[in-house]
Protein backbone atom coordinates (compact mmCIF):
# COMPACT_ATOMS: atom_id res chain seq x y z
CA UNK A 1 0.00 0.00 0.00
CA UNK A 2 1.56 3.09 -0.81
CA UNK A 3 1.57 5.76 1.26
CA UNK A 4 -0.78 8.82 0.60
CA UNK A 5 0.09 12.19 1.09
CA UNK A 6 -0.74 12.05 4.93
CA UNK A 7 0.96 15.34 5.16
CA UNK A 8 -1.89 16.84 3.81
CA UNK A 9 -4.89 15.31 5.54
CA UNK A 10 -4.92 14.20 9.03
CA UNK A 11 -7.81 14.39 9.59
CA UNK A 12 -9.31 13.67 12.73
CA UNK A 13 -8.86 17.71 13.90
CA UNK A 14 -7.98 20.27 12.42
CA UNK A 15 -6.37 23.79 14.26
CA UNK A 16 -8.06 27.19 13.44
CA UNK A 17 -6.83 30.42 13.31
CA UNK A 18 -8.17 33.49 11.92
CA UNK A 19 -6.71 35.25 9.30
CA UNK A 20 -8.65 38.87 9.39
CA UNK A 21 -11.84 37.75 7.71
CA UNK A 22 -10.76 34.65 5.96
CA UNK A 23 -10.04 31.30 7.69
CA UNK A 24 -6.71 29.40 7.57
CA UNK A 25 -6.92 25.74 8.70
CA UNK A 26 -4.18 23.57 8.89
CA UNK A 27 -4.49 20.35 9.79
CA UNK A 28 -3.16 18.13 12.85
CA UNK A 29 0.30 17.82 12.89
CA UNK A 30 1.95 14.31 12.81
CA UNK A 31 3.80 14.10 15.62
CA UNK A 32 3.45 14.54 19.22
CA UNK A 33 3.21 18.26 20.77
CA UNK A 34 1.81 19.22 23.51
CA UNK A 35 1.37 22.79 22.43
CA UNK A 36 -2.49 23.45 22.93
CA UNK A 37 -4.46 23.19 19.27
CA UNK A 38 -7.74 25.19 20.30
CA UNK A 39 -5.87 28.50 20.55
CA UNK A 40 -3.36 28.92 18.17
CA UNK A 41 -3.39 32.13 16.29
CA UNK A 42 -1.41 33.91 13.17
CA UNK A 43 1.20 34.95 15.84
CA UNK A 44 2.42 31.65 17.35
CA UNK A 45 2.19 29.69 14.60
CA UNK A 46 5.73 30.81 12.91
CA UNK A 47 6.90 29.61 16.41
CA UNK A 48 7.10 26.44 15.74
CA UNK A 49 8.19 23.82 12.47
CA UNK A 50 5.35 21.77 13.29
CA UNK A 51 3.06 24.69 13.01
CA UNK A 52 4.10 25.95 10.09
CA UNK A 53 4.02 23.08 8.46
CA UNK A 54 0.41 22.70 9.18
CA UNK A 55 -0.24 26.35 7.71
CA UNK A 56 1.39 25.15 4.41
CA UNK A 57 -1.21 21.74 4.37
CA UNK A 58 -3.99 24.24 4.63
CA UNK A 59 -3.15 25.97 1.97
CA UNK A 60 -3.59 22.52 -0.31
CA UNK A 61 -6.72 22.20 1.28
CA UNK A 62 -8.83 24.20 -0.38
CA UNK A 63 -8.59 22.11 -3.45
CA UNK A 64 -10.27 19.51 -0.77
CA UNK A 65 -13.71 21.78 -1.01
CA UNK A 66 -14.03 21.84 -4.75
CA UNK A 67 -12.88 18.64 -5.39
CA UNK A 68 -14.04 16.38 -2.67
CA UNK A 69 -17.50 17.46 -1.60
CA UNK A 70 -19.20 14.75 0.12
CA UNK A 71 -22.49 13.65 -1.49
CA UNK A 72 -24.77 13.80 1.80
CA UNK A 73 -23.28 17.21 3.01
CA UNK A 74 -25.40 19.66 1.06
CA UNK A 75 -21.65 21.27 -1.13
CA UNK A 76 -22.74 19.29 -4.04
CA UNK A 77 -24.07 22.88 -5.39
CA UNK A 78 -23.49 24.88 -8.54
CA UNK A 79 -19.64 25.67 -7.34
CA UNK A 80 -18.58 21.89 -6.84
CA UNK A 81 -19.63 20.94 -10.57
CA UNK A 82 -16.95 20.19 -12.52
CA UNK A 83 -15.32 22.72 -14.69
CA UNK A 84 -15.99 20.56 -17.57
CA UNK A 85 -20.05 20.65 -17.39
CA UNK A 86 -19.96 25.03 -18.22
CA UNK A 87 -18.02 22.89 -21.86
CA UNK A 88 -19.75 22.01 -24.48
CA UNK A 89 -18.21 18.26 -23.74
CA UNK A 90 -21.00 17.41 -21.83
CA UNK A 91 -24.44 18.79 -19.17
CA UNK A 92 -26.07 17.93 -16.24
CA UNK A 93 -28.76 16.09 -15.07
CA UNK A 94 -32.36 18.15 -15.48
CA UNK A 95 -32.47 18.57 -11.69
CA UNK A 96 -28.82 20.45 -11.85
CA UNK A 97 -29.53 22.86 -14.42
CA UNK A 98 -30.77 25.70 -11.84
CA UNK A 99 -27.11 25.02 -10.60
CA UNK A 100 -25.13 26.70 -13.54
CA UNK A 101 -26.82 30.28 -13.91
CA UNK A 102 -24.65 31.19 -16.37
CA UNK A 103 -25.44 28.57 -18.71
CA UNK A 104 -29.08 28.93 -18.37
CA UNK A 105 -29.63 32.40 -18.90
CA UNK A 106 -30.39 33.22 -14.95
CA UNK A 107 -27.11 34.57 -14.52
CA UNK A 108 -26.58 38.01 -12.12
CA UNK A 109 -23.71 39.14 -9.74
CA UNK A 110 -25.79 37.68 -7.05
CA UNK A 111 -25.70 34.18 -8.50
CA UNK A 112 -23.97 32.00 -5.57
CA UNK A 113 -21.77 30.43 -8.33
CA UNK A 114 -19.67 33.44 -8.64
CA UNK A 115 -19.59 34.59 -5.04
CA UNK A 116 -17.76 31.08 -3.49
CA UNK A 117 -15.61 30.53 -6.68
CA UNK A 118 -14.47 34.33 -6.19
CA UNK A 119 -13.97 33.60 -2.08
CA UNK A 120 -12.49 29.97 -2.22
CA UNK A 121 -9.85 30.99 -5.05
CA UNK A 122 -8.77 34.00 -2.49
CA UNK A 123 -9.14 31.93 0.74
CA UNK A 124 -6.10 29.98 -1.41
CA UNK A 125 -4.42 33.52 -2.32
CA UNK A 126 -4.42 34.69 1.36
CA UNK A 127 -3.46 31.36 3.00
CA UNK A 128 -0.44 31.14 0.42
CA UNK A 129 0.58 34.47 1.50
CA UNK A 130 0.64 34.00 5.01
CA UNK A 131 3.20 31.45 4.39
CA UNK A 132 4.98 33.19 1.85
CA UNK A 133 5.41 36.54 4.51
CA UNK A 134 5.96 34.49 7.74
CA UNK A 135 7.25 31.33 7.36
CA UNK A 136 11.36 32.45 7.29
CA UNK A 137 10.37 33.51 11.08
CA UNK A 138 10.68 29.99 12.11
CA UNK A 139 13.25 28.82 14.17
CA UNK A 140 13.13 25.27 14.07
CA UNK A 141 12.86 24.75 10.05
CA UNK A 142 15.68 24.32 7.81
CA UNK A 143 16.32 27.34 5.12
CA UNK A 144 16.03 24.33 2.50
CA UNK A 145 12.10 23.82 3.79
CA UNK A 146 11.37 27.25 4.32
CA UNK A 147 12.29 28.05 0.58
CA UNK A 148 10.94 25.08 -0.59
CA UNK A 149 7.08 25.89 1.14
CA UNK A 150 7.46 29.35 -0.34
CA UNK A 151 7.64 28.34 -3.84
CA UNK A 152 5.09 25.94 -3.27
CA UNK A 153 2.99 28.49 -1.87
CA UNK A 154 3.96 31.22 -5.09
CA UNK A 155 3.02 28.18 -7.32
CA UNK A 156 -0.32 27.55 -6.04
CA UNK A 157 -0.60 31.14 -5.71
CA UNK A 158 -0.31 31.50 -9.05
CA UNK A 159 -2.54 28.79 -10.48
CA UNK A 160 -5.37 30.77 -8.39
CA UNK A 161 -4.79 33.77 -9.96
CA UNK A 162 -4.32 32.44 -12.88
CA UNK A 163 -8.03 31.20 -12.57
CA UNK A 164 -9.33 34.31 -11.47
CA UNK A 165 -8.09 35.94 -14.79
CA UNK A 166 -9.18 33.60 -16.88
CA UNK A 167 -12.99 33.79 -15.25
CA UNK A 168 -13.36 37.66 -14.11
CA UNK A 169 -10.34 39.39 -16.60
CA UNK A 170 -8.40 41.63 -13.99
CA UNK A 171 -8.59 41.41 -10.12
CA UNK A 172 -7.20 43.29 -6.99
CA UNK A 173 -3.91 41.71 -6.57
CA UNK A 174 -2.66 40.67 -3.33
CA UNK A 175 0.64 39.56 -2.94
CA UNK A 176 1.22 39.95 0.51
CA UNK A 177 -0.78 38.92 3.88
CA UNK A 178 -3.28 41.54 5.03
CA UNK A 179 -2.34 43.37 8.10
CA UNK A 180 -5.16 45.68 8.65
CA UNK A 181 -8.84 45.81 6.98
CA UNK A 182 -7.27 48.89 4.96
CA UNK A 183 -5.04 46.65 3.14
CA UNK A 184 -8.01 44.47 1.91
CA UNK A 185 -10.10 46.57 -0.03
CA UNK A 186 -7.73 46.91 -3.15
CA UNK A 187 -8.93 47.83 -6.39
CA UNK A 188 -8.92 45.42 -9.13
CA UNK A 189 -5.55 45.52 -11.10
CA UNK A 190 -5.64 45.04 -15.18
CA UNK A 191 -5.34 41.82 -16.66
CA UNK A 192 -1.99 42.30 -17.78
CA UNK A 193 -0.74 42.92 -14.54
CA UNK A 194 -2.46 39.81 -13.72
CA UNK A 195 -1.08 37.75 -16.09
CA UNK A 196 2.84 39.67 -15.20
CA UNK A 197 1.88 38.16 -11.61
CA UNK A 198 1.41 34.71 -12.17
CA UNK A 199 4.21 34.63 -13.86
CA UNK A 200 6.42 36.31 -11.90
CA UNK A 201 5.70 33.58 -9.03
CA UNK A 202 5.95 31.11 -11.74
CA UNK A 203 9.32 32.01 -12.75
CA UNK A 204 10.90 32.58 -8.66
CA UNK A 205 9.76 29.08 -8.08
CA UNK A 206 11.51 27.72 -11.46
CA UNK A 207 14.45 29.97 -9.96
CA UNK A 208 14.43 28.37 -6.92
CA UNK A 209 17.24 25.54 -6.55
CA UNK A 210 15.33 23.97 -3.10
CA UNK A 211 12.15 23.42 -5.50
CA UNK A 212 12.57 19.30 -6.79
CA UNK A 213 11.93 18.72 -10.40
CA UNK A 214 9.26 16.08 -9.81
CA UNK A 215 8.62 13.88 -7.22
CA UNK A 216 8.92 10.19 -7.53
CA UNK A 217 5.93 7.67 -7.34
CA UNK A 218 5.93 6.29 -3.61
CA UNK A 219 7.81 9.53 -2.80
CA UNK A 220 6.14 11.14 0.68
CA UNK A 221 6.14 14.20 -0.61
CA UNK A 222 4.21 13.24 -3.60
CA UNK A 223 1.70 15.45 -4.52
CA UNK A 224 3.35 18.77 -3.29
CA UNK A 225 4.05 21.59 -6.47
CA UNK A 226 7.15 20.88 -8.56
CA UNK A 227 9.19 22.87 -11.03
CA UNK A 228 8.13 20.64 -13.60
CA UNK A 229 4.64 21.64 -12.55
CA UNK A 230 5.42 25.18 -12.56
CA UNK A 231 6.91 25.21 -15.83
CA UNK A 232 3.70 23.62 -16.90
CA UNK A 233 1.64 26.74 -15.81
CA UNK A 234 4.19 28.97 -16.93
CA UNK A 235 3.99 27.61 -20.28
CA UNK A 236 0.04 27.57 -19.95
CA UNK A 237 0.00 31.91 -18.92
CA UNK A 238 2.12 32.31 -22.21
CA UNK A 239 -0.43 30.75 -24.35
CA UNK A 240 -3.40 32.82 -22.79
CA UNK A 241 -0.93 35.71 -23.80
CA UNK A 242 -0.09 34.13 -27.56
CA UNK A 243 3.47 34.35 -26.37
CA UNK A 244 4.08 30.82 -28.38
CA UNK A 245 8.17 30.44 -28.28
CA UNK A 246 8.16 31.01 -24.54
CA UNK A 247 5.22 28.22 -24.13
CA UNK A 248 7.20 25.91 -26.09
CA UNK A 249 10.70 26.66 -24.26
CA UNK A 250 8.67 25.69 -20.88
CA UNK A 251 6.63 23.04 -22.21
CA UNK A 252 10.63 21.46 -23.39
CA UNK A 253 11.50 22.15 -19.86
CA UNK A 254 8.96 20.08 -18.25
CA UNK A 255 10.16 16.56 -20.27
CA UNK A 256 13.43 17.79 -18.78
CA UNK A 257 11.95 17.69 -15.30
CA UNK A 258 11.28 13.58 -15.98
CA UNK A 259 7.89 13.80 -16.98
CA UNK A 260 6.71 11.46 -19.81
CA UNK A 261 3.41 10.20 -21.72
CA UNK A 262 2.11 6.55 -19.87
CA UNK A 263 2.41 3.95 -22.07
CA UNK A 264 1.92 0.41 -21.19
CA UNK A 265 0.24 -0.88 -24.19
CA UNK A 266 -3.40 -1.37 -25.16
CA UNK A 267 -5.58 0.38 -22.96
CA UNK A 268 -3.25 2.79 -21.81
CA UNK A 269 -5.09 5.55 -22.22
CA UNK A 270 -8.03 3.85 -19.93
CA UNK A 271 -5.66 2.50 -17.35
CA UNK A 272 -3.77 6.01 -16.90
CA UNK A 273 -6.77 7.20 -14.77
CA UNK A 274 -6.75 3.71 -12.53
CA UNK A 275 -5.66 4.50 -8.61
CA UNK A 276 -2.49 1.63 -9.72
CA UNK A 277 -0.84 4.68 -12.19
CA UNK A 278 -2.22 7.90 -10.47
CA UNK A 279 1.46 8.62 -9.79
CA UNK A 280 2.58 7.71 -13.23
CA UNK A 281 5.53 9.66 -14.71
CA UNK A 282 2.64 11.66 -16.55
CA UNK A 283 0.53 12.98 -13.56
CA UNK A 284 2.40 16.31 -12.98
CA UNK A 285 -0.14 17.93 -10.44
CA UNK A 286 -3.25 15.95 -8.89
CA UNK A 287 -5.81 16.47 -6.39
CA UNK A 288 -4.45 13.83 -3.93
CA UNK A 289 -7.73 11.82 -2.63
CA UNK A 290 -7.46 9.27 0.36
CA UNK A 291 -10.34 6.30 1.42
CA UNK A 292 -11.91 8.71 4.09
CA UNK A 293 -15.28 10.15 3.59
CA UNK A 294 -14.88 13.84 2.49
CA UNK A 295 -11.48 13.12 1.22
CA UNK A 296 -11.75 11.07 -1.64
CA UNK A 297 -13.06 11.75 -5.09
CA UNK A 298 -16.83 12.23 -5.86
CA UNK A 299 -16.35 11.31 -9.16
CA UNK A 300 -17.26 7.91 -8.83
CA UNK A 301 -20.80 9.54 -7.81
CA UNK A 302 -21.91 11.94 -9.99
CA UNK A 303 -19.95 10.34 -13.00
CA UNK A 304 -21.04 6.70 -12.46
CA UNK A 305 -24.55 4.97 -12.52
CA UNK A 306 -27.12 3.16 -10.65
CA UNK A 307 -25.01 0.01 -11.42
CA UNK A 308 -21.75 1.16 -9.99
CA UNK A 309 -20.63 -0.23 -7.03
CA UNK A 310 -22.48 1.67 -4.09
CA UNK A 311 -25.26 2.88 -6.51
CA UNK A 312 -23.86 6.19 -8.09
CA UNK A 313 -25.46 8.99 -9.88
CA UNK A 314 -25.48 9.84 -13.15
CA UNK A 315 -25.38 14.09 -12.74
CA UNK A 316 -22.99 14.42 -15.86
CA UNK A 317 -23.79 13.23 -19.32
CA UNK A 318 -21.54 13.48 -22.21
CA UNK A 319 -23.03 15.15 -25.33
CA UNK A 320 -23.72 13.73 -28.38
CA UNK A 321 -22.42 16.10 -30.60
CA UNK A 322 -18.90 15.55 -28.68
CA UNK A 323 -19.12 11.93 -29.02
CA UNK A 324 -19.44 12.09 -32.60
CA UNK A 325 -16.62 14.20 -33.00
CA UNK A 326 -14.39 11.46 -32.53
CA UNK A 327 -12.84 10.59 -35.35
CA UNK A 328 -12.93 7.12 -37.49
CA UNK A 329 -10.74 4.25 -37.05
CA UNK A 330 -8.89 5.56 -40.08
CA UNK A 331 -8.72 8.99 -38.82
CA UNK A 332 -11.71 10.04 -41.37
CA UNK A 333 -14.28 12.36 -39.68
CA UNK A 334 -17.13 10.48 -38.14
CA UNK A 335 -20.44 10.74 -40.46
CA UNK A 336 -23.71 8.98 -39.33
CA UNK A 337 -24.98 8.38 -42.80
CA UNK A 338 -21.90 5.75 -43.47
CA UNK A 339 -23.12 3.81 -41.03
CA UNK A 340 -27.10 4.47 -41.20
CA UNK A 341 -28.29 5.07 -44.89
CA UNK A 342 -30.05 8.41 -44.32
CA UNK A 343 -29.64 8.63 -41.05
CA UNK A 344 -29.13 12.62 -40.95
CA UNK A 345 -31.86 13.11 -42.95
CA UNK A 346 -34.40 11.63 -40.34
CA UNK A 347 -36.31 13.51 -37.86
CA UNK A 348 -35.00 12.96 -34.08
CA UNK A 349 -37.79 10.91 -32.64
CA UNK A 350 -37.23 8.91 -35.71
CA UNK A 351 -34.02 7.95 -35.24
CA UNK A 352 -34.79 6.35 -32.36
CA UNK A 353 -35.77 3.09 -34.01
CA UNK A 354 -31.52 2.53 -34.74
CA UNK A 355 -31.27 2.95 -30.59
CA UNK A 356 -33.62 -0.30 -29.81
CA UNK A 357 -33.18 -3.47 -28.32
CA UNK A 358 -33.27 -6.15 -29.79
CA UNK A 359 -36.55 -8.38 -29.77
CA UNK A 360 -38.55 -5.80 -28.93
CA UNK A 361 -42.19 -7.22 -27.07
CA UNK A 362 -44.82 -6.18 -28.98
CA UNK A 363 -46.23 -3.22 -26.22
CA UNK A 364 -42.59 -1.89 -26.66
CA UNK A 365 -43.01 -1.66 -30.61
CA UNK A 366 -46.18 0.34 -29.64
CA UNK A 367 -45.18 2.44 -27.45
CA UNK A 368 -41.90 3.52 -29.17
CA UNK A 369 -44.14 4.28 -32.61
CA UNK A 370 -46.28 6.26 -30.52
CA UNK A 371 -43.23 8.35 -29.42
CA UNK A 372 -42.60 8.56 -33.00
CA UNK A 373 -39.59 5.54 -33.66
CA UNK A 374 -39.60 5.10 -37.52
CA UNK A 375 -40.28 1.54 -36.77
CA UNK A 376 -40.28 0.46 -40.50
CA UNK A 377 -36.38 -0.15 -40.44
CA UNK A 378 -36.31 -1.75 -37.04
CA UNK A 379 -34.38 -5.43 -37.42
CA UNK A 380 -36.07 -7.82 -34.73
CA UNK A 381 -32.88 -9.38 -34.37
CA UNK A 382 -29.54 -7.47 -35.83
CA UNK A 383 -30.46 -4.64 -34.68
CA UNK A 384 -28.33 -3.93 -31.65
CA UNK A 385 -25.31 -5.31 -33.53
CA UNK A 386 -25.80 -2.48 -36.55
CA UNK A 387 -25.52 0.41 -34.17
CA UNK A 388 -22.82 -0.77 -32.09
CA UNK A 389 -20.52 -0.78 -35.33
CA UNK A 390 -20.60 3.22 -35.43
CA UNK A 391 -18.83 3.12 -32.31
CA UNK A 392 -16.33 0.39 -32.63
CA UNK A 393 -15.19 1.72 -35.72
CA UNK A 394 -13.57 4.91 -33.94
CA UNK A 395 -10.77 6.59 -31.70
CA UNK A 396 -10.32 3.94 -29.20
CA UNK A 397 -10.72 6.34 -26.45
CA UNK A 398 -14.38 6.86 -27.60
CA UNK A 399 -14.85 3.23 -26.18
CA UNK A 400 -12.47 3.87 -23.10
CA UNK A 401 -14.01 6.88 -21.81
CA UNK A 402 -17.32 6.27 -22.70
CA UNK A 403 -20.68 3.55 -22.65
CA UNK A 404 -21.92 3.78 -25.62
CA UNK A 405 -24.73 1.72 -26.68
CA UNK A 406 -24.92 -1.76 -26.52
CA UNK A 407 -21.59 -2.10 -25.05
CA UNK A 408 -20.53 -3.92 -21.50
CA UNK A 409 -19.95 -2.18 -17.98
CA UNK A 410 -18.44 -3.87 -15.06
CA UNK A 411 -20.34 -3.31 -11.90
CA UNK A 412 -21.66 -4.49 -8.77
CA UNK A 413 -24.71 -2.23 -7.90
CA UNK A 414 -25.60 -4.66 -4.73
CA UNK A 415 -22.38 -5.17 -3.48
CA UNK A 416 -21.97 -8.60 -6.28
CA UNK A 417 -19.73 -8.08 -9.44
CA UNK A 418 -21.75 -7.93 -12.54
CA UNK A 419 -21.66 -7.21 -16.50
CA UNK A 420 -24.07 -5.02 -17.34
CA UNK A 421 -24.55 -3.68 -20.36
CA UNK A 422 -26.51 -0.26 -21.92
CA UNK A 423 -29.65 -1.10 -23.53
CA UNK A 424 -32.75 0.91 -24.08
CA UNK A 425 -35.45 0.36 -22.99
CA UNK A 426 -34.48 -0.59 -20.13
CA UNK A 427 -35.51 -3.98 -18.51
CA UNK A 428 -34.81 -5.98 -15.51
CA UNK A 429 -33.01 -5.75 -12.25
CA UNK A 430 -29.46 -5.09 -10.88
CA UNK A 431 -29.06 -8.89 -10.25
CA UNK A 432 -30.64 -10.67 -12.94
CA UNK A 433 -30.62 -11.16 -16.64
CA UNK A 434 -30.69 -9.30 -18.55
CA UNK A 435 -28.48 -7.27 -16.79
CA UNK A 436 -29.01 -3.32 -18.31
CA UNK A 437 -27.49 -0.30 -16.77
CA UNK A 438 -29.30 1.17 -14.29
CA UNK A 439 -29.52 5.02 -14.16
CA UNK A 440 -31.41 7.82 -13.00
CA UNK A 441 -33.04 8.82 -16.57
CA UNK A 442 -33.83 5.27 -17.47
CA UNK A 443 -36.53 6.75 -19.52
CA UNK A 444 -34.49 8.47 -21.42
CA UNK A 445 -31.16 7.45 -23.15
CA UNK A 446 -28.29 9.13 -22.68
CA UNK A 447 -24.64 8.46 -22.38
CA UNK A 448 -22.67 7.73 -19.70
CA UNK A 449 -19.35 8.06 -18.10
CA UNK A 450 -16.15 5.31 -17.99
CA UNK A 451 -13.78 7.98 -16.90
CA UNK A 452 -12.99 7.79 -13.33
CA UNK A 453 -15.86 5.62 -12.61
CA UNK A 454 -14.73 2.08 -11.12
CA UNK A 455 -15.37 -1.17 -12.12
CA UNK A 456 -16.71 -4.29 -10.82
CA UNK A 457 -15.71 -4.11 -6.87
CA UNK A 458 -13.19 -1.84 -7.61
CA UNK A 459 -14.40 1.12 -4.53
CA UNK A 460 -17.50 0.32 -3.08
CA UNK A 461 -18.34 3.28 -0.94
CA UNK A 462 -19.32 6.91 -1.84
CA UNK A 463 -17.12 9.85 -1.58
CA UNK A 464 -13.97 7.78 -0.18
CA UNK A 465 -12.82 6.87 -3.70
CA UNK A 466 -9.39 7.46 -3.32
CA UNK A 467 -8.25 7.86 -6.99
CA UNK A 468 -6.37 11.66 -7.34
CA UNK A 469 -7.58 13.78 -9.55
CA UNK A 470 -5.40 14.97 -12.16
CA UNK A 471 -5.29 18.92 -12.73
CA UNK A 472 -2.03 18.95 -14.84
CA UNK A 473 -0.82 16.16 -17.00
CA UNK A 474 2.05 15.40 -19.82
CA UNK A 475 -0.46 14.54 -22.75
CA UNK A 476 -1.79 17.92 -22.40
CA UNK A 477 1.91 19.05 -22.25
CA UNK A 478 2.25 17.84 -25.11
CA UNK A 479 -1.21 19.19 -27.03
CA UNK A 480 0.04 22.45 -26.15
CA UNK A 481 3.43 22.60 -27.28
CA UNK A 482 2.00 21.23 -31.09
CA UNK A 483 -0.46 24.44 -30.75
CA UNK A 484 2.01 26.14 -30.05
CA UNK A 485 4.32 25.09 -32.66
CA UNK A 486 1.57 25.31 -35.06
CA UNK A 487 0.70 28.85 -34.29
CA UNK A 488 4.44 29.83 -34.71
CA UNK A 489 4.24 28.77 -38.65
CA UNK A 490 4.94 26.12 -41.39
CA UNK A 491 8.28 25.68 -40.87
CA UNK A 492 7.17 24.35 -37.26
CA UNK A 493 4.50 22.21 -38.18
CA UNK A 494 6.60 18.64 -37.99
CA UNK A 495 7.64 19.12 -34.56
CA UNK A 496 3.94 19.69 -33.83
CA UNK A 497 2.34 16.95 -35.59
CA UNK A 498 5.01 14.50 -33.99
CA UNK A 499 3.49 15.96 -30.58
CA UNK A 500 0.12 14.59 -30.88
CA UNK A 501 1.09 11.75 -32.80
CA UNK A 502 2.62 10.85 -29.52
CA UNK A 503 -0.69 11.70 -27.35
CA UNK A 504 -2.39 9.58 -30.91
CA UNK A 505 0.04 6.54 -30.29
CA UNK A 506 -0.29 5.96 -26.74
CA UNK A 507 -4.15 5.77 -27.74
CA UNK A 508 -3.67 3.42 -29.92
CA UNK A 509 -4.96 5.85 -32.97
CA UNK A 510 -3.90 5.98 -36.49
CA UNK A 511 -1.31 9.00 -36.47
CA UNK A 512 -1.46 11.96 -38.54
CA UNK A 513 -0.25 12.08 -41.91
CA UNK A 514 0.18 8.41 -41.85
CA UNK A 515 0.69 7.08 -45.60
CA UNK A 516 -2.21 4.45 -45.00
CA UNK A 517 -4.41 6.33 -44.50
CA UNK A 518 -5.74 9.67 -46.48
CA UNK A 519 -7.80 11.41 -43.73
CA UNK A 520 -5.20 11.90 -41.46
CA UNK A 521 -3.57 13.83 -44.20
CA UNK A 522 -2.78 17.64 -42.76
CA UNK A 523 -3.47 20.17 -45.09
CA UNK A 524 -1.82 23.12 -43.75
CA UNK A 525 -2.12 25.62 -40.78
CA UNK A 526 -5.32 26.32 -39.87
CA UNK A 527 -6.05 22.55 -40.68
CA UNK A 528 -3.73 21.60 -37.91
CA UNK A 529 -5.28 24.32 -35.86
CA UNK A 530 -8.51 22.06 -35.94
CA UNK A 531 -6.73 18.53 -35.71
CA UNK A 532 -5.06 19.70 -32.38
CA UNK A 533 -8.31 21.13 -30.83
CA UNK A 534 -10.13 18.06 -31.71
CA UNK A 535 -7.70 16.52 -29.83
CA UNK A 536 -7.27 18.46 -26.97
CA UNK A 537 -11.36 17.28 -26.55
CA UNK A 538 -10.66 13.65 -27.37
CA UNK A 539 -8.30 13.25 -24.84
CA UNK A 540 -9.34 15.49 -22.34
CA UNK A 541 -12.66 15.80 -21.86
CA UNK A 542 -14.00 15.09 -18.56
CA UNK A 543 -10.96 16.42 -16.89
CA UNK A 544 -11.78 20.08 -16.23
CA UNK A 545 -9.69 21.55 -19.14
CA UNK A 546 -11.89 21.94 -22.00
CA UNK A 547 -13.81 24.81 -20.45
CA UNK A 548 -10.87 26.99 -19.54
CA UNK A 549 -9.79 26.06 -23.58
CA UNK A 550 -12.93 27.05 -25.35
CA UNK A 551 -12.38 30.40 -23.42
CA UNK A 552 -9.28 30.55 -24.12
CA UNK A 553 -9.86 29.93 -28.02
CA UNK A 554 -13.07 31.88 -28.33
CA UNK A 555 -15.25 28.77 -28.92
CA UNK A 556 -17.50 28.69 -25.99
CA UNK A 557 -20.49 30.12 -26.87
CA UNK A 558 -20.88 28.88 -30.21
CA UNK A 559 -19.66 24.90 -28.53
CA UNK A 560 -21.65 25.47 -25.44
CA UNK A 561 -24.75 27.32 -27.03
CA UNK A 562 -24.86 26.77 -30.86
CA UNK A 563 -27.88 29.16 -31.52
CA UNK A 564 -29.99 26.76 -29.13
CA UNK A 565 -29.38 23.50 -30.55
CA UNK A 566 -27.47 22.27 -27.79
CA UNK A 567 -28.14 21.29 -24.31
CA UNK A 568 -28.98 17.45 -22.50
CA UNK A 569 -29.05 15.29 -25.62
CA UNK A 570 -30.69 11.86 -26.15
CA UNK A 571 -28.12 9.99 -27.95
CA UNK A 572 -30.20 10.64 -31.66
CA UNK A 573 -29.77 14.50 -30.93
CA UNK A 574 -33.40 14.64 -29.49
CA UNK A 575 -33.06 17.75 -27.19
CA UNK A 576 -34.22 17.16 -23.03
CA UNK A 577 -33.19 20.65 -22.34
CA UNK A 578 -31.96 23.86 -24.03
CA UNK A 579 -29.13 26.28 -22.99
CA UNK A 580 -29.42 29.65 -22.75
CA UNK A 581 -26.92 32.44 -23.91
CA UNK A 582 -27.32 35.69 -22.12
CA UNK A 583 -25.06 37.66 -23.89
CA UNK A 584 -21.64 38.94 -24.68
CA UNK A 585 -20.93 39.66 -21.15
CA UNK A 586 -21.15 36.43 -20.28
CA UNK A 587 -17.62 35.54 -21.79
CA UNK A 588 -16.47 37.22 -18.31
CA UNK A 589 -17.55 36.23 -14.89
CA UNK A 590 -19.03 38.89 -12.66
CA UNK A 591 -17.43 40.14 -9.69
CA UNK A 592 -19.91 39.21 -6.90
CA UNK A 593 -22.54 41.81 -6.05
CA UNK A 594 -21.35 40.80 -2.12
CA UNK A 595 -17.92 41.84 -3.17
CA UNK A 596 -19.04 44.93 -4.43
CA UNK A 597 -20.88 45.64 -1.35
CA UNK A 598 -17.76 44.90 0.45
CA UNK A 599 -15.35 46.52 -0.73
CA UNK A 600 -16.12 49.87 -2.53
CA UNK A 601 -13.16 50.21 -4.66
CA UNK A 602 -14.03 47.21 -7.14
CA UNK A 603 -15.54 48.27 -10.38
CA UNK A 604 -18.04 45.58 -12.31
CA UNK A 605 -17.51 44.00 -15.41
CA UNK A 606 -19.22 45.78 -18.22
CA UNK A 607 -22.98 44.17 -18.96
CA UNK A 608 -23.42 43.13 -15.52
CA UNK A 609 -25.93 44.86 -13.29
CA UNK A 610 -26.25 44.12 -9.53
Known amino acids: MKSKIIIYRKLVKCLFFVLLFLPFAGCESDFLDTTPTNNVNGNNIWTKASLARQAVRGVYNVFLDQYCPP ?194 GKDSYKKLLKIANEQCEEMIFSVQCINQYGYGNSRNVTYGNRCTAGSMWNNYLPNPRFVESFETANGEKFNWDNYIEGYSAMKDKERVVFFLRDGLTPKEKERMAAYGADMSKYLESGNEERIRKAYQDRDPRLQMAIITPYEQYHGAASGVAHTYTLRWPYRGSDNAAPFDIRTDTNDKLYYLWRKFVPEGLEHTERDTYPLDLPLLRYAEVLLLKAEALNELGEARAAEAISCVNEVRRRAGH ?101
Not at 141 to 148: C, L, N, V
Not at 514 to 527: I, L, R, W, Y
Request: aromatic share 14%; net charge negative.
Open 510 to 610: VELNSDAFPGTKVNGQEDLRKRIRNEFYWELGGEDSMYFHELRWGVWKDKKFDNNRNGLMQMWGETTYNWFWLGDQCWTWPIPAKEMEMNPNLVQNEGWIN
Open 71 to 264: SGSGLLDSHRIPWDAYSSIMDTDKNWIKRMPNCTGAATPSSGLFSDIYRRYYTFIFRANDVIDNISKVPDMTEEEKQRSIAECKFIRAFTYMRLNTLYKGVPLYMNAITSPENGNKSRSSEADVWDAVIQDLTDCINESHFPDKYNSGDPEYGRATKGAAYTLRGLAYMWQKNWEEAVNDFNAVGNCGFGIFNQ
